[in-house]
């Protein structure tokens, strides 16, 4: 299909322009480089897929097919009405002849005509499917004969030619070359070397015809696709082949995952009754009738009770109210599959009372303390591990995202990741407990924690449905989140509201750039979240924010990316880079936001944190000088501050009084003559706050006269600005004042 | 120390402990009726309540303690502002005077009130509030006060923002009007002076709470309370 072609030519195909057609891809997590001309045939597919992927519409569960489609059908339906058909026992064999299949039996069926098959590739399928030793290509035959057969019976394949001839290809080429005059024919093939001998027919010049030859060959949407007759890709193709096959090699699981399941499995809830609750001493059956002693009691929760046994496991011991039909029934399919990891604390074998009741299981001994309590509180975290650094807490992302990794590729979602379930011994040995609330096939996982609990699934009760892997990666995002600001929820705010109406909204209130709301946490966090590598803060601002690219759920970052973009971060400190740019890189309580290279830092004189030059004066940072020393005015006691930038910069004393006792006196603000009597009389200047506080103007009359309310003033109404004795000297220096304010 | 300090250092502890807050008022009955055996005992639940929290880890951290003490010339004290436990020193309490219910329940109100706001400003999630009132008689301070206090409460409760715990002390308790503060919880009378009992059950319960996730319901531990509890 697409292979070298210019990156122009499959966006012209799809209506787009070049800068549409990237920003799409990068949106689905592939990037092509601006600049790029060649793209590999690998990621022509891709591409392909991409974009038809996301023009695919899903209108009332039909998917309507897409112009491409259509295109593709369209083709199919004019060979069929006006070619006859020929399938090679390649096409057969080819992955996607099923797809193929679907597509074409409809419009065969629309216009009553026939796929012509020979004896010859019936007999090599044949051979195949009894004789192969390829256990692959023997169920791949002996599945398309039944097929084959089906497909004869309704008429839609006919078996033509004689038996004389063995090889397929010979007979191709002499039918082709018969037939060529009188009708028009196609060859499905994939083979490259029989598809070329027959388009080569088309060049015989002895004899010449009006009717066509065409090959092709079923393509990855099982539609029909010419052949790239090209030599040199023939090498590429193989070399594809083999990098294809390798991978799906692979991708043969090498242990057994669960199934995905879509909804809760229905089925009702018995309680399983006990006679006695097994309790230290007591001995217990496994599946097998092995005898397991409870020797004593490690812990007690709200759910059963963990004590230590005689094997190398401990037991869980279910409290009376939690047996009960499903939860037994859950144990079991849990058992089902095979979990080696020693970390994760995954039920092991069941455990039966010696009446055969139903009681708990075994499972590995966990080792640590929960995260919860020795990283998310600061003190805590020095005191337990007074030597941890941002290497550590790096490491401890990638440890616990391996873990992580394992149980999902084996269709396992824990649902209630919080920190009270994960146990930390270093940062390269963690331990996951509470594994009996995980969400395995149509058990659900009935528990959750609203800080990890993902917008889209928030006041839902989690007993009556399923989780998504989408859902979990929004648990695994705030987790990595909250270890690399030890403790602090992504969506904790300024004048937040409550936890789940701040993560329904998506109001994330860290700084990317120059995009922020301005209500980050005050102090270390600040600084905590600066010093994180642009493309780490960028992959949590995009999960967290509202307009991000990686906030719906369909986009989130999943636990593979999380591990690259960390497996990076670590790589940036293990070889110094951040160190180099930045020497507080590694503390996990830095006192400051990140050095930027082009400004220039000084140490503070006070408070011996570094700052920008532009934010400090005669040495001294601008936090410092607006601090002080705090007393109280001497006269009236109202609280002051003598602030460094007073006792350093401007060398002034410190005042023993407050501004408005310094005179000695009550400062006056106006003095003014009365409108009514003439008198003088005074506006203290307290009294003036307090009228421009409530809005009210200055009075005009004297007190006596405010009193009395004498009818002189109304009649007097000529001149109302009183008389101002000190007004002509204000208004005249106001006038110089201004002239020289700046 | 002066004042300013001391509010900049609380300030400090919202920045730098992200541990979700319980903030809890204890809202104590000093008048002279409690002098005697009674007040000795709650001197050592008090005590107890600061060692169970002290010793706890995670209730380290997430607990915030205010106590506020109703007596004397029928006026209510706030004997312990809100702040990191490290930084307090266990109070000691002495009976004398009156009974001013109202004016202590409205004193605590308004110190959780604040209290929140300053969680709210600086970005620390917290758990619903939590009010313990006790008293061992009947309330004989302004009755609008009282009213008012009763109706603050009440809307408190009912709009989820606030747990309210009305304890009893003694035969003489008024229990009516504890009732009268806790809509939907009966107000419970402490077993003779148990108050030991009372507040180890109390650091428990806040020790669970802290383990949950704030605006989730916690289901207290019921079967605690029989122990130093009755109707």
């Given at each position: 299909m697409y292979n070298e072609t210019d990156i122009l030519k499959i966006a012209s195909d799809f209506n787009i322009s070049k800068e549409e057609l990237i920003n799409e891809l990068d949106a689905s997590g592939l990037h092509i480089k601006y600049g790029q001309k060649n793209i590999s045939r690998e990621t022509g597919f891709k591409i392909y897929n991409i974009l038809m992927e996301n023009r695919k519409k899903v209108v009332n569960h039909k998917i309507i097919k897409t112009d491409i489609e259509m295109n593709s059908i369209n083709r199919m339906e004019y060979y069929i009405k006006n070619f006859k058909i020929f399938l090679d026992t390649s096409s057969l064999l080819d992955d996607e002849i099923y797809l193929f299949i679907d597509n074409i039996v409809p419009l065969l069926k629309t216009n009553n005509k026939k796929i012509l098959v020979i004896p010859q590739v019936g007999m090599e399928l044949e051979k195949h499917a009894n004789r192969s030793n390829d256990e692959k290509l023997k169920e791949k035959s002996k599945k398309i004969i039944l097929i084959l057969n089906k497909l004869i019976k309704q008429n839609l394949i006919e078996v033509i030619g004689g038996t004389n001839e063995s090889f397929a290809d010979n007979v191709f080429l002499s039918v082709f070359t018969k037939f060529r005059i009188d009708h028009n024919l196609l060859l499905i093939t994939e083979d490259k070397k029989l598809a070329n001998d027959i388009e080569n027919l088309s060049n015989i010049t002895s004899v010449k015809t009006n009717k066509v030859i065409n090959v092709r060959k079923i393509n990855r949407y099982g539609f029909l696709s010419k052949h790239?007759?090209?030599?040199?890709?023939d090498i590429y193709d193989s070399k594809i082949k083999s990098i294809r096959t390798n991978n799906e090699n692979k991708k043969i699981i090498q242990h057994e995952a669960f199934k995905l399941f879509t909804k809760v499995s229905e089925s009702t809830n018995k309680p399983l009754s006990i006679s006695i609750l097994p309790k230290v001493g007591d001995t217990l059956l496994n599946e097998k009738g092995e005898k397991i002693k409870?020797?004593?009691?490690i812990a007690s929760g709200g759910e059963g009770i963990i004590y230590e046994t005689d094997s190398k496991y401990i037991a869980k011991i279910y409290k009376k109210d939690q047996l009960n039909t499903r939860k037994f029934e859950k144990i079991k399919k849990m058992i089902s599959i095979k979990i080696d990891n020693v970390s994760i604390c995954y039920p092991r074998e069941i455990l039966y009372t010696t009446n055969q009741e139903f009681v708990g299981y075994l499972m590995p001994k966990a080792k640590g303390k929960e995260l919860q309590k020795s990283l998310f509180i600061n003190q805590l975290l020095k005191k337990n591990f007074p030597y941890w650094n941002r290497k550590n807490s790096v490491e401890l992302c990638l440890t616990i995202l391996e873990k992580i990794k394992y149980l999902h590729e084996r269709n396992i979602i824990l649902g209630d990741i919080n920190p009270m379930n994960i146990l930390v011994v270093s940062s390269k040995e963690v331990y996951f407990v509470d594994t009996d609330s995980y969400q395995i096939e149509g058990y659900p996982c009935p528990v959750g924690t609203i800080n990890f609990t993902a917008p889209e699934i928030q006041?839902?009760?989690?007993?009556?449905f399923l989780r998504t892997f989408q859902n979990e990666y929004f648990a695994v995002s705030t987790l990595l989140f909250m270890i690399m600001l030890p403790g602090k929820p992504p969506y904790s705010q300024q004048g937040g509201e409550s936890p789940i109406d701040n993560i329904i909204k998506m109001d994330f209130s860290y700084r990317l750039g120059d995009k922020t709301n301005h209500k980050t946490p005050i102090g270390q966090w600040r600084y905590m979240w600066s010093h994180l590598p642009y493309f780490v803060k960028e992959s949590f601002y995009n999960t967290f924010h509202?307009?991000?690219?990686?906030?719906?759920p369909q986009n989130r970052i999943n636990v593979i990316k999380w591990i690259s973009i960390f497996k990076r971060y670590e790589k940036l400190i293990l070889d110094g880079t951040l160190i180099n740019q930045d020497e507080m890189a590694l503390d996990v309580f830095p006192k400051r936001v990140k050095k930027i290279s082009k400004f220039n830092y000084e140490k503070c004189s006070i408070c011996k944190v570094e700052h920008k030059d532009s934010q400090m004066r005669k040495g001294i940072c601008n936090e410092c000088l607006s601090k002080g020393e705090h007393y109280s005015c001497k006269k009236c006691g109202k609280h002051m501050i003598y602030t460094n930038n007073q006792k350093f910069l401007q060398n002034k004393p410190k005042f023993e009084t407050c501004f408005e006792c310094f005179d000695g006196k009550e400062k006056m603000y106006q003095i003014l003559s009365c409108t009514i009597c003439y008198s003088t009389f005074n506006i203290p200047y307290n009294e003036y706050k307090k009228l421009k506080k409530n809005n009210l103007p200055i009075p005009r009359e004297c007190k006596k006269c405010k009193s009395n309310n004498t009818t002189k003033a109304k009649k007097n109404n000529i001149n109302k600005q009183p008389y101002n004795v000190l007004s002509i000297g204000n208004a005249f220096s106001n006038l110089i004042n201004n002239f020289y304010k700046k | 120390m002066n004042e300013y300090e001391l509010m900049v250092l609380r300030q400090k502890d919202l920045i730098s402990n992200p541990t979700a807050r319980v903030p809890v008022c204890l809202c104590l009955d000093i008048s002279s009726s409690m002098s005697g055996s009674a007040i000795d005992e709650l001197n050592k639940g008090v005590q107890m309540f600061y060692d169970a929290i002290r010793n706890d880890e995670t209730a380290l951290y997430a607990a915030e303690i205010s106590i506020v003490t109703f007596g004397g010339n029928f006026e209510a004290t706030c004997l312990q502002d809100f702040?990191?436990?490290?930084?307090q020193e266990t109070p000691v309490l002495s009976a004398e005077g009156m009974t001013p219910l109202g004016e202590g329940v409205e004193l605590a109100l308004d110190l959780l009130e604040r209290r929140k706001q300053e969680y709210r400003d600086k970005g620390v999630d917290y758990y619903q509030p939590w009010l313990v009132l006790m008293t061992d008689g009947a309330p004989n301070g302004n009755q609008r006060t009282l009213d008012y206090a009763i109706t603050n409460t009440v809307n408190l409760v009912k709009s989820k923002k606030l747990t309210v715990f009305p304890i009893g002390i003694g035969p003489y308790a008024d229990m009516e009007i504890l009732g009268e503060f806790s809509p939907d919880r009966s107000p419970l009378r402490l077993q003779g002076l148990k108050f030991k009992e009372f507040f180890a059950w109390l650091s428990n319960s806040i020790s669970r709470t802290s383990m949950s996730t704030p605006g989730e319901e916690v289901k207290l531990d019921?079967?605690?309370v029989k122990g130093w509890g009755s109707l």
């Open positions: 790239n007759l090209n030599k040199t890709t409870l020797i004593n009691e006041r839902k009760s989690f007993n009556e509202y307009e991000g690219s990686n906030s719906k | 702040s990191n436990i490290e930084r019921i079967d605690g």
